[in-house]
């Protein structure tokens, strides 16, 4: 299975492209009238706003894979999960008890079992060996479901009552017993009763460290009809256990060992070839979360975990000695019936993770193997409703540094509407740009007008100094304290005004950098924003008739 993920990084790459797009939009938005009327001198606001960092991220997060900690701090999570229930640890098999109760070596002629009438009983224990499917060896088991059904043929030529009774099986409360009457003395009887087992317990018998046993007694009263006994004559029994379900078993459940989750990758998306710059995560992390109702410890080995890059190669992700595996706490006896939680991260701090994860990572694999009962025998209990939740988060915290990114979008633009407002009634045209940055990014811009066949007319700023947006003011974990004001003033050359108006379109130009030119590591914060304030100014002559 393989799950397709936006990589947040390249949703950090497009945040400031959000920012010009929804600059571009909001340019055009029907919420704003700039309709101007414009007269000798004119001098206003244009666009202006605030854009925050969690608005801009979730623009590309359409599925709600971006959340925030306590204290605001942004952070995607990606993640797959696995359950193993109570029957896919432990079933209980049918158990088939034969016995052959009784058969004599010899003949015995009728004339020496006394009387007619007379009773003579025959006792038998026998301990029937409990199959298991594993190393398990139960103390008990309490049945929902199930039956006991025995099967009794005798073909002796007497009548009797035979009676099948355990000490180490409750029936409702009760030692179990049956009884079953041999009616028949033609030496052909057969009879099948069948015995409901829900609500019923099971004690076995553990004596023997390598088998588990269930005793059972046989009474058999044959009651004299006069006839031979032959030797070839038997009263067979067979004792059938079907269909076992258990409510809950209590005991040594054996070991468990599966590969529950076999080399699944978390797939993100690959940047576009042309990308320019570095991204470098400061701390992505793996982190394995365990629901366990089971009364069983569990070791999880993480297996198979490798980085995979957009060349096609792939780096093994490597653990630190003693992390694998990891134990999984498990509910004792007073807590039968409730979940305990286990949460470990694989993180720089006990893995290699923080190394691999740059700007061409395009997936991590990862497989897990649940091994219960890792260092031994143990006392364990099972319920069947007990399972084993296991969830893999690969967690991408807003914790990264980046150098020389850089991007660009183009846009229709047209400025003039013919007779009514040319570059004829133009004196002068300037922009003036207002930015409050309270991002821990460091934007360097430009514009550059285009026409229709995406040649560059000319540009906004001076090609050696573009016009850069400071980094809010950060302390020593990344964070921003302070917001940095910036204020420029864009006259336009006569040269730049023609350009202007002829041009159809605009291409926006961004480089992007975190603070102190990509050397440190910053952090994201929903309180992260950009607020903006782009106004114009223009001195117009018009002509309004021949006389004027």
């Given at each position: 299975m393989s799950l397709i993920r936006f990589l947040s990084y390249a949703v950090i790459l497009s945040l400031v492209l959000a920012f010009v797009s929804c600059v571009n939009d909001e340019w055009m938005a029907d919420k704003y009238d700039f309709t101007v009327r414009w007269e000798p001198g004119y001098e206003g606001p244009l666009v202006f706003g605030d854009l925050s960092i969690e608005d801009m991220l979730t623009k590309f997060d359409t599925t709600g894979?971006?959340?925030?900690?306590?204290?605001?701090?942004?952070?995607?999570?990606?993640?797959?999960?696995?359950?193993?229930?109570?029957?896919?640890?432990?079933?209980?098999?049918?158990?088939?008890?034969?016995?052959?109760?009784?058969?004599?070596?010899?003949?015995?002629?009728?004339?020496?079992?006394?009387?007619i009438g007379d009773t003579i009983k025959f006792i038998q224990i026998k301990s029937f060996e409990f199959e298991r499917t594993g190393d398990e060896q139960l103390d008990s088991v309490y049945m929902k479901g199930g039956e006991i059904v025995i099967y009794v043929t005798s073909t002796i030529k007497h009548t009797g009552i035979l009676t099948i009774y355990s000490d180490q099986i409750e029936l409702n409360g009760r030692q179990y017993r049956q009884t079953i009457e041999i009616s028949d003395p033609s030496g052909n009887f057969t009879t099948t009763v069948t015995v409901p087992l829900a609500g019923s317990s099971l004690y076995l018998d553990n004596s023997n460290p390598d088998t588990s046993f269930l005793e059972m007694i046989f009474e058999f009263e044959l009651i004299n009809s006069g006839a031979d006994i032959l030797a070839s004559e038997i009263v067979h029994i067979t004792k059938a256990f079907q269909n076992l379900e258990y409510q809950a078993v209590f005991g040594y459940v054996g070991v468990y060992d599966s590969l529950i989750i076999d080399k699944e990758v978390i797939e993100f998306s690959a940047l576009p070839e042309d990308f320019k710059g570095r991204i470098q995560l400061a701390d992505p992390q793996l982190h394995l979360r365990v629901g366990n109702s089971?009364?069983?410890?569990?070791?999880?080995?993480?297996?198979?975990?490798?980085?995979?890059?957009?060349?096609?190669?792939?780096?093994?992700?490597?653990?630190?000695?003693?992390?694998?595996?990891?134990?999984?706490?498990?509910?004792d006896f007073s807590q039968v019936g409730q979940s305990v939680l286990s949460h470990t991260a694989i993180d720089r701090s006990n893995s290699n993770i923080n190394e691999i994860a740059s700007t061409d990572l395009t997936g991590l694999q990862f497989s897990v193997n649940a091994l219960g009962n890792p260092t031994g025998a143990s006392e364990n209990f099972i319920l069947d409703t007990s399972k084993l939740d296991v969830k893999?988060?690969?967690?991408?915290?807003?914790?990264?540094?980046?150098?020389?990114?850089?991007?660009?979008?183009?846009?229709?633009?047209?400025?003039?509407?013919g007779e009514d407002f040319s570059r004829e009634n133009i004196k002068s045209f300037s922009f003036q740009l207002e930015t409050e940055n309270g991002l821990p990014l460091d934007i360097s811009t430009q514009v550059y007008f285009m026409d229709s066949s995406d040649e560059k007319l000319d540009s906004l700023f001076n090609e050696q100094n573009w016009n850069i947006l400071p980094s809010g003011v950060i302390d020593n974990d990344g964070k921003v304290i302070m917001t940095t004001y910036n204020k420029v003033l864009i006259p336009l050359t006569e040269s730049q005004i023609d350009n202007v108006f002829i041009a159809e379109k605009i291409m926006m130009k961004i480089l992007v950098e975190t603070t102190d030119e990509g050397n440190r590591d910053i952090k994201f914060y929903s309180s992260n924003f950009l607020g903006f304030k782009l106004g114009a100014k223009a001195e117009v002559s018009i002509t309004t008739d021949e006389n004027n």
């Open positions: 894979y971006l959340t925030e900690d306590s204290t605001g701090f942004l952070y995607f999570v990606f993640d797959t999960s696995e359950t193993v229930y109570a029957q896919d640890y432990i079933d209980i098999p049918n158990q088939d008890f034969i016995q052959v109760f009784f058969q004599s070596e010899v003949d015995i002629p009728g004339s020496t079992l006394g009387n089971f009364g069983v410890p569990f070791g999880i080995d993480l297996l198979d975990l490798e980085a995979r890059f957009k060349d096609g190669s792939s780096t093994p992700i490597t653990l630190d000695a003693g992390v694998n595996p990891i134990i999984i706490d498990a509910p893999i988060e690969v967690v991408i915290p807003m914790h990264l540094r980046a150098e020389g990114l850089e991007m660009a979008d183009t846009f229709d633009f047209e400025i003039g509407d």
